[in-house]
C-alpha cells in the first residue's frame, strides 16, 4: 500500500494510471481524489 500512497503523492493532478496501481487494486479503483495542497 505504501507505493500506491507513493503514487497518489507524486501525482500532479490525483490520477494514478491502472497500470501503475498493483494488480489487487486495478478493479477496485473507484474516484479520484484530488492531490493534497503542498506546503
Known sequence: ???V???YL???D???PAYQL???LR???L???PPA???
Open 10 to 12: 507524486d501525482s500532479e
Open 22 to 24: 498493483p494488480a489487487k
Open 27 to 29: 478493479p477496485h479503483r
Open 5 to 7: 500512497s507513493k503514487l
Open 37 to 39: 495542497p503542498s506546503l
Open 1 to 3: 500500500m505504501l507505493s
Open 14 to 16: 490525483g490520477r494514478m
Open 31 to 33: 474516484a479520484r481524489i
